[in-house]
């Protein structure tokens, strides 16, 4: 049991690059998150999936795109790599509402 | 607007103390209250839910307690120990919502 995994954990792209970001759970969870970590901004939501086949909008998503491509999978992709999103990236998995979230370790992005 | 405050300072305590760490809201009206622990380079690790209904919640050295009129929860580790130094979060998420929002978290660094 892996829980939440993600890939790469590591990335450099240059400005205007494009790349997705691969995150899987093995928990059979409903919703999965997409979240952002700056230093002195905690973590920032970027997008969610409630379900398989729903994907919403969170706090910070211009420059992103998001795919559920089943219930295991959710990615990540910026099409046009800034250096703005240069930050740590997290992956979220939770069965209910009102329960704690499993997170991946996070990709590390610098775009340059 | 809706605010989570958790001190920004770190706190610094010895070994064997109990560490309070506080979070405040203003404009929430949550229905659950979480708890994560953070080290460096790594995903959040869920330590702890209390409902709104709850007073106070305890799992091994941790406790936790929300109080909706104070519009606070506290979170306390007893007979700490180095290996608690990390950062504490705290995630707040109304009832029927799927997104918990965070707060900046707190570090504790515990001396021996």
């Known amino acids: 049991n892996a829980g939440v995994t993600q890939t790469p954990k590591f990335q450099v792209l240059k400005t205007g690059q494009s790349m997705t970001l691969q995150c899987a759970q093995d928990?059979?969870?409903?919703?999965m998150y997409w979240y952002r970590q700056d230093p002195g901004m905690g973590l920032r939501l970027i997008y969610y999936?409630?379900?398989?086949?729903?994907?919403d909008k969170g706090e910070v998503p211009n420059g992103y795109n998001v795919s559920r491509l089943n219930k295991r999978e959710f990615s990540l992709r910026l099409e046009s790599a800034a250096p703005s999103q240069t930050s740590v990236y997290f992956c979220?998995?939770?069965?209910?509402?009102?329960?704690?979230?499993?997170f991946g370790p996070g990709t590390r992005l610098t775009v340059t | 607007s809706q605010k989570i405050e958790q001190n920004s300072e770190a706190l610094n305590i010895q070994e064997g103390k109990t560490a309070t760490l506080t979070c405040n809201y203003t404009n929430y009206s949550p229905a659950y209250l979480q708890w994560y622990r953070q080290d460096p380079g790594r995903g959040p690790v869920f330590l702890l839910l209390i409902r709104e209904n709850e007073k106070e919640k305890r799992k091994e050295r941790l406790k936790v307690t929300f109080d909706t009129t104070l519009k606070q929860s506290l979170f306390h580790i007893t007979a700490s120990q180095p290996a608690d130094s990390a950062t504490y979060l705290c995630a707040l998420e109304t009832g029927g919502s799927y997104i918990p929002t965070f707060g900046r978290g707190t570090s504790l660094i515990v001396h021996p």
């Open positions: 979220a998995s939770r069965g209910l509402a009102g329960v704690g979230q499993y």
């Open positions: 928990m059979n969870h409903n919703s």
């Open positions: 999936s409630a379900s398989e086949g729903t994907t």
